[in-house]
């Protein structure tokens, strides 16, 4: 991260005599949670170890043990109530790597093994680092599993994009274990956002031509569900609203689903004037609405020619209005033009805007990762290529300080 703006880093949270509760699964990545292990203590916390049957196909037990110092725990039945003192005694668990199934076994409630039944008992939070082959990673089914589990809470690191064990290039690559530890200590640390109301914007608005036509764009949602949550986790009180997506309902928020720019302008006023101390708008509002709108479907014809007209400037009226929150916009851009973005942010009186340009590598719509540019009043902050969730707490981070 480089920064123009001149900024001290926070000190960073202690793990000392914190207890965690390493869950490993069986996947090829298995053996790095040796390494997390040892890091983890390295910070003086308490690792207890509870490893799948699968897991023992790719480390040992012995390896753990000596790692973390402790006994290693597998199996439901040897130490009959370990599936309720363990999780007891731990204050965060930690899943590196967890793997397609134990990730779908979490989201459905199956506690059919030491470590699920752990996490079904368990009331604390819970760090998950994904890791498999590419085309499991995209699989629907494990998606929405995936997708499930944050909804609930449940903290999410990574997977990288890179070289796969099995020699394909793709996502699936488990964290980097001090990306590991940044998520453990950020799980132990943060609540900075306790005392904010903070009102998120995600996803696309659908402009009717007729009843079953409409303009919209490629938004996906991601980026404004990932800050939604990321602030939910920090302490936030959160309303999110949301254009049309295929993303889960968040939990542990308000969530308000609306389709068109009119609807999303609407809904955004009454929950700022509501009191909001934070609007972020990552939803990508259409800036343009045909001028009619057909009642009955339009027929087919050689031509047709469409009007548009501009949709209402959400931040410009939410800025310009009473009780004015502080106001975070995006600015998708094609081409590298970050001056355009500043330009933007004061002339929509905003305080803080996120620039990134769609058309690079890894950034824009659809994707789970994105490059940003942090654009505040005092300077900017140029980020690397990393995923939607730790762009969302970068962001969050410039706001907790700014505010601070
Ligand atoms: C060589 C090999 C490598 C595997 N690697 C992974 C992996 O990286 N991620 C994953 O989700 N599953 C992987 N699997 C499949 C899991 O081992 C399998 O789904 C197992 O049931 C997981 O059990 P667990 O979740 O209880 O540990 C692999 C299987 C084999 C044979």
């Known amino acids: ?32 949670a040796i390494e997390l292990c040892r890091r983890l203590r390295d910070e003086e916390a308490s690792v207890s170890v509870v490893m799948t049957d699968a897991s023992k196909n790719f480390v040992t037990p012995l390896s ?33 790597p967890a793997t397609a199934n134990i990730i779908g076994k979490f989201a459905n409630g199956i506690a059919d093994d030491l470590l699920s039944t752990c996490f079904l ?22 998606r929405q599993n995936l997708e499930k589990l944050t909804s609930l809470g449940v903290i999410q690191v990574g997977p990288g994009q890179g070289s796969l064990a099995c020699g394909e290039e793709g996502p699936g690559r ?12 950020t799980a132990f640390s943060k609540r900075d956002l306790e005392h904010e ?25 991601k980026m404004g569900f990932a800050i939604a949550k990321a602030a939910r986790n920090r302490g936030a009180d959160v309303t999110l609203i949301s254009g049309p997506t295929s993303l889960a309902a968040p939990a542990g928020m308000r969530f308000i689903q609306v389709e068109t720019a009119l609807e999303m302008a609407e809904a955004v006023e009454k929950e700022v004037r509501s009191g909001a101390s934070a609007l972020i708008m990552a939803a990508a509002v259409a800036d343009f609405s045909p001028s009619e709108k057909s009642g009955t479907k339009i027929e087919k014809a050689g031509e047709l020619l469409i009007r548009l007209r501009q949709t209402p400037d959400i931040i410009s009226s939410v800025a310009a209005g009473k009780g004015k929150p502080f106001i975070i916009g995006f600015a998708a851009e094609t081409g590298a033009r970050v001056e355009r973005a500043r330009e933007k942010m004061k002339k929509k009186k905003m305080d803080m805007v996120v620039f990134n340009d769609v058309t690079e590598a890894g950034a824009g719509f659809d994707l789970d990762t994105n490059r940003v540019t942090i654009i505040d009043k005092k300077g900017e902050t ?13 962001i969050l981070d410039r706001f907790s300080e700014i505010k601070a």
């Open 197 to 221: 109301k903070i009102v998120v914007t995600a996803g696309p608005t659908r402009e009717y031509l007729d009843p079953v036509r409409f303009i919209s764009n490629r938004s996906s949602g």
């Open 64 to 96: 753990l043990e000596v790692a973390s110092m402790h006994k290693v725990f597998s199996s439901l039945y040897e130490e009959p109530m370990a599936h309720i003192t363990l999780p007891q005694q731990a204050e965060l668990m930690v899943i590196a």
């Open 382 to 394: 140029g980020l690397e290529l990393m995923s939607k969730d730790s762009v969302a707490e970068a």
């Open 1 to 32: 991260m480089n920064s123009s703006a001149t900024k001290k880093k926070k000190p960073q949270t202690s793990l000392k005599n914190k207890s965690i509760l390493l869950g490993v699964s069986g996947g090829v990545a298995a053996y790095k």
């Open 174 to 185: 488990m964290a980097e274990i001090p990306d590991i530890i940044d998520a453990v200590r």
């Open 121 to 142: 008992s368990f009331s604390g939070k819970t760090v998950i680092a994904p890791s498999m082959n590419w085309r499991m990673y995209e699989n629907r089914i494990f």
